[in-house]
Nanobody
Framework: QGRLVESGGGLVQPGGSLRLSCATSGSIFRILAMGWYRQAPGNQRELVARISVDGSTNYADSVKGRFTISRDNAKNTLFLQMNSLKPEDTSVYYC?????????WGQGTQVTVSS
């Protein structure tokens, strides 16, 4: 079972920015694609962005052009830079490998976009 710890969430006004971080175990981080997922109340968990080991990225249409996923392989850390935030981005954000593994879900970090 992996250990993934998300941080960096908070309350931000529409149009604001946040940077999420995910501390990982090096044993999984260096060899697997990683992803950021989110789940709003009443909704299914969805993939927001993913990044392969070689750094290639892919984004959900709803965040394309606003969010940037990156990874620091030396520090075994995954990031999600979120700009131009909208109220509909309000969710709990999680990191996991891609495709996700059930045993790797952490506590997530709450992002609330509201004026």
């Amino acid at each position: 079972q992996g250990r993934l710890v998300e941080s960096g969430g908070g309350l931000v006004q529409p149009g604001g920015s946040l940077r999420l971080s995910c501390a990982t175990s090096g044993s999984i981080f260096r060899i697997l694609a990683m992803g950021w997922y989110r789940q709003a109340p009443g909704n299914q968990r969805e993939l927001v962005a993913r990044i392969s080991v070689d750094g290639s990225t892919n984004y959900a249409d709803s965040v394309k052009g606003r969010f940037t996923i990156s990874r620091d392989n030396a520090k075994n850390t995954l990031f999600l830079q979120m700009n131009s935030l909208k109220p509909e981005d309000t969710s709990v954000y999680y990191c996991n490998v891609f495709p996700f593994r059930a045993g790797y879900w952490g506590q997530g970090t709450q992002v609330t976009v509201s004026s």
